[in-house]
């Protein structure tokens, strides 16, 4: 037995498989059919409708098209479905979203693509992709079936990761790796870049980064002259991640890296922490950036915060309300929440998000996202002064 998913179909009358790669976790299709330029886009949609799987044997630019035409059917099902409804809460509203985002995703994910060993596509038209998939999966030792969805989302990771994303506040680029969740939405940086310093921080130059995804906080904070930072995650790829681009940056040398879930061992003048921002469960890994089931990646950092803060020091907690205006957390129990772990604020600062989503009036969750601030809670223990 394989220790890994194995996905099966029948072609030219033989019974094949092959090694299931998903990124989603997602397990193999239960029912495979070989398609190639010759299927229409509504047969396609009707099959993947009724939950099969297509195996594309055709030409990779087709099936490009064909995933094109897919998405135009799903959005229109999509948006027929969404002005039959009238519902006014907010949770349901994003509920409902969340709901016809998966129903699109599974829709989109039924078309898969044959790859060799090496990372090469078996297919006319074929683009090279082998270093993109070496990179994200690794090296093989026989072949694999990735959706082409996933595959399109690997390119696009992989395009990010060679020019990287220009910060302002940093006054450099971070490049993003694969899995690792991309500072596009950077308003946040710049909090982290203008507030005040700590002042325990002139004699006890020791900061934490919680969550350290690409790095990009540990950078600013080293930029800011700490001396040393210790940045934790639990992912090893986010470590890889930080670690090259802490190299690229030049500040390896003040920076150590942890994998570990939440806070190092020992204490810090300043603990910085950007947990997932929304109380809701992931669909898949790739998410666990953005959602985080009953708060608990935030729930943590506020309980052991108190413990791992130096006499003095302070926490600074960046989060956005947007939880708030979709009804999935009130800011009362927020402060709750910090008042339990023995913290107390010291100042809110605010800004305004500035990507594309808050000005698209189509977007079900438009409402929110105009509303929406993103604040960094300077947080310290209730019995410093």
């Known amino acids: 037995m394989s220790d890994y998913p194995v996905i099966r179909w029948h072609e030219a009358g033989i019974d094949r498989s092959a090694r299931w790669c998903s990124e989603k976790d997602m397990p193999p299709p239960r029912r495979v059919l070989v398609a190639d330029d010759r299927v229409t886009a509504d047969a396609a949609y009707r099959l993947v409708c009724e939950g099969t799987a297509l195996l594309w044997r055709g030409d990779f630019q087709n099936a ?13 099902k999509k948006g027929d479905a969404q002005t039959k409804k009238t519902t006014s809460s907010p949770a349901e509203r994003f509920h409902q979203h969340r709901q016809a985002q998966s129903q699109r995703a599974r829709i989109l994910d039924s078309l898969q693509i044959p790859f060799n060993a090496d990372h090469s596509i078996p297919l006319r038209r074929a ?4 270093l993109a998939c070496l990179e994200a999966y ?17 390119i696009g990771a992989f395009e990010w990761r060679k020019k990287g994303i220009a910060l302002p506040a940093l ?3 971070i490049h993003p790796h694969y899995g690792v969740f991309a500072p596009i939405r950077s308003e946040y940086v710049g909090l982290v870049a203008d507030t005040p310093l700590p002042r325990l921080v002139t004699t006890h130059s020791v900061a934490f980064d919680i969550g350290t995804g690409t790095g990009i906080l540990a950078a600013v904070l080293a930029r800011r002259g700490i001396q040393r930072i210790v940045a934790t995650d639990q992912d090893v790829r986010a470590i890889d991640c930080a670690r090259e681009n802490l190299t690229r940056l030049g500040l390896a040398n003040q920076v150590d ?7 190092p061992e020992g204490q810090a003048s300043l603990i910085v922490c950007n947990p997932p921002w929304i109380p809701a469960r992931p669909s898949s890994p ?11 990646m935030l729930r943590g950092f506020l309980h052991g915060l108190s413990a791992h803060l130096a006499p003095g020091g ?4 960046i989060l956005s309300d947007l939880a708030e205006y979709l009804g999935l957390r009130t800011r009362a129990e927020l402060l709750a929440a910090i008042d339990a772990a023995g913290l107390r604020v010291l100042s809110k600062s605010d800004v305004k998000p500035h990507h594309p989503r808050v000005a698209d009036t189509t977007d079900p969750l438009h409402a929110a996202r105009r509303a929406e601030l993103t604040s960094l809670w300077r947080l310290t223990r209730q019995n410093d002064r």
């Open 64 to 76: 490009r098209q064909l995933l094109q035409a897919l998405a135009r059917r799903a959005d229109k």
């Open 314 to 317: 302070e926490g600074w907690l």
């Open 286 to 296: 790739l998410e666990h950036a953005i959602f985080d089931p009953g708060s608990r």
């Open 171 to 173: 006054g450099a680029r």
């Open 138 to 154: 690794g090296p093989r030792a026989e072949a694999y079936i990735v959706s082409l969805r996933e595959l399109q989302g690997l």
């Open 127 to 130: 683009p090279d992709v082998r």
């Open 257 to 263: 890296l942890a994998q570990t879930n939440l806070f």
